[in-house]
């Protein structure tokens, strides 16, 4: 057990140290992973004296109640995280059937061009459009404050850069967060006359949250992937599952 703690948390943090120097990306999602997998690297260390510990702590009653109560808190979250996981690969598959307007979610844009979780939503778009000719696509982002322009603006030049009709494109430039993208994105759809039914791209991870907000705004909606880099699956990952959690309960 040892030897399997190691190398679990040796390679679990190095997949979560990464995006900090390569992307200079640092969030509450690799901020946890990094804080589990630091865990396990200590279980790893310490495995042997640890199983003395707890059967130490097992012998009194306060020991026993202390184990339990640890391990029900482990399981539940395993639990949590598998329904979550279950929610999030369901979400990124609900596929369209080409006839839809597609929404593009706003991220991050730069002077140089969109972030790399953006490019990767966008490509998706292209892709898409390509694809299907007859398709138009709202793209939806305002401007934050480390933003040069707005996320609208940014991703509209870089599909128009990349062959995609700019008479196709709608830009909705207001909104600041998911459910703004998707109500201002509906209120756009409805003044165009365009097709109300809508394919949501983001990335895969975030796809089965935004699907449930654009479900309580009346919005019939699919999905499209736009896949992460490997390198940043685990950071973005877990970081949704606390917004998906947040989803479930405060913002209900």
């Known amino acids: 057990m040892n030897i399997f703690f190691l190398i679990i948390g040796i390679l679990?943090?190095?997949?979560?140290?990464?995006?900090?120097?390569t992307y200079r990306i640092f969030n509450i999602g690799n901020g946890?992973?990094?804080?589990?997998?630091?865990?396990?690297?200590?279980?790893?260390?310490?495995w042997k004296k640890f199983?003395?510990?707890?059967?130490?702590?097992?012998?009194?009653?306060?020991?026993?109640?202390?184990?339990?109560?640890?391990?029900?808190?482990?399981?539940?979250?395993?639990?949590?995280?598998?329904?979550?996981?279950?929610?999030?690969?369901?979400?990124?598959?609900?596929?369209?059937?080409?006839?839809?307007?597609?929404?593009?979610?706003?991220?991050?844009?730069?002077?140089?061009?969109?972030?790399?979780?953006?490019?990767?939503?966008?490509?998706?778009?292209?892709?898409?459009?390509?694809?299907?000719?007859d398709t138009k696509c709202v793209l939806s982002g305002g401007q934050g404050p480390d933003e040069p322009f707005s996320e609208a603006k940014g991703m509209f030049d870089y599909m128009v850069s990349h062959g995609i009709d700019e008479n196709r494109l709608y830009l909705e430039d207001r909104s600041t967060n998911t459910r703004e993208?998707?109500?201002?994105?509906?209120?756009?759809?409805?003044?165009?006359?365009?097709?109300?039914?809508i394919a949501i791209v983001s990335n895969e991870f975030h796809l089965y949250r935004a699907g449930l907000i654009a479900k309580k705004l009346g919005i019939a909606h699919s999905s499209i992937a736009g896949h992460s880099l490997l390198v940043l699956f685990p950071t973005y990952y877990i970081r949704e599952l606390y917004a998906i959690l947040a989803q479930w309960t405060i913002y209900r």
């Open 12 to 21: 679990g943090d190095i997949w979560c140290i990464l995006p900090i120097f």
């Open 181 to 197: 993208n998707l109500k201002f994105s509906k209120e756009l759809i409805e003044k165009e006359g365009l097709n109300e039914n």
């Open 51 to 133: 199983k003395v510990w707890l059967c130490k702590l097992r012998k009194s009653k306060i020991g026993r109640l202390l184990v339990r109560i640890g391990s029900f808190i482990i399981m539940l979250t395993a639990l949590l995280v598998l329904v979550e996981s279950i929610c999030i690969i369901k979400g990124a598959n609900k596929k369209p059937d080409g006839t839809e307007t597609i929404v593009v979610l706003g991220s991050k844009v730069n002077f140089y061009g969109p972030s790399l979780m953006t490019a990767n939503r966008l490509k998706a778009a292209i892709k898409f459009m390509n694809d299907h000719p």
């Open 32 to 46: 946890t992973g990094i804080l589990v997998f630091t865990i396990f690297i200590i279980l790893g260390l310490v």
